[in-house]
């Protein structure tokens, strides 16, 4: 796990923005994992800029959301799927038939995540995958307690993601009680991790899971078994943490072919 504190969003977003430009000229048909929030918007902002700039070209690529709200209906300009539209796919040149979500409208859902797991598999698995953390260390929609080898399936919301979720609903009363999302396992298949922290209010999350242990009540902890995971952290998010300085001398003194 590599730590890198910068000193705001945006220059996170560029970093973030750098892994994904570099993927994406190396392997045209990059499968890039797209996740929603806040913590992603300033990557995507970068990467539609380069985009509308000339020379980056995602027409061969192929995006899978990590998560989806259960029970809204087709089009809801808050289910993921739209998200993710508005915020990335719509601003590049992404084909739509290659950008897939978890199916949250189901009748089975139980056979829309074996599904899902299986399109994941046919397209090569994810090369990137982009991800935020919540206040109490879950990734995706894995709450805390979720099993660290679990795969895509319904998870139920805790209250306090659900109040952290409302601001983009009219109330806490619109905002449902139960999602589809990748599962830790299906996260950790992910060749490159690329997770993003910013404010005071995930320092404590970013503590946890960063330097404490291994375990089910930090879902992200699980990270610190993943062979190539990057965490961008402002300063802010960084503030608990008991290794910072070390986490920044590393990062200062890192040989440039290592990239990121």
């Known amino acids: 796990?590599?730590?890198v504190i910068l000193p705001g969003t945006k220059q996170i977003g560029a970093l973030a923005a750098d892994a994904i430009e570099a993927l994406v000229r190396r392997k045209p048909n990059a499968v890039l994992g797209l996740a929603t929030g806040s913590s992603p918007l300033p990557v995507y902002d970068e990467l539609a800029s380069r985009y509308?700039?000339?020379?980056?070209?995602?027409?061969?690529?192929h995006g899978f959301a990590l998560d989806e709200y259960?029970?809204?209906?087709a089009g809801h300009?808050?289910?993921?799927?739209?998200?993710?539209r508005r915020e990335f796919t719509n601003r590049v040149n992404i084909k739509p038939e290659n950008v897939h979500g978890p199916d949250g409208a189901?009748?089975?859902?139980?056979a829309a995540c074996q599904g899902?797991?299986?399109?994941?598999?046919?397209?090569?698995?994810?090369?990137?995958?982009i991800l935020g953390v919540g206040t109490d260390g879950h990734i995706g929609f894995?709450?805390?307690?979720?099993?660290?080898a679990s795969r895509t399936r319904i998870k139920t919301l805790i209250e306090q993601t659900r109040k952290d979720n409302a601001r983009f609903f009219d109330s806490i009363d619109d905002v449902p009680h139960h999602v589809v999302t990748q599962g830790l396992g299906t996260i950790m298949d992910a060749r490159h991790v690329v997770l993003i922290a910013t404010g005071a209010q995930k320092a404590q999350a970013v503590r946890d899971f960063v330097e404490g242990p291994v375990a089910a009540i930090c879902a992200a902890s699980i990270l610190q078994m993943h062979p190539h995971a990057t965490i961008l952290v402002d300063e802010a998010a960084a503030s608990s943490l008991k290794l910072a300085d070390y986490y920044r001398h590393t990062y200062d003194n890192k040989p440039e072919w290592q990239g990121l």
């Open 142 to 148: 894995n709450e805390p307690g979720s099993s660290l």
């Open 106 to 110: 189901a009748e089975d859902l139980e």
């Open 77 to 84: 300009p808050e289910s993921y799927r739209e998200v993710i």
């Open 52 to 61: 509308e700039a000339g020379g980056l070209d995602f027409s061969q690529a």
């Open 70 to 73: 259960v029970g809204l209906e």
């Open 1 to 3: 796990m590599e730590v």
């Open 116 to 129: 899902y797991e299986d399109a994941i598999k046919a397209a090569g698995g994810v090369d990137l995958q």
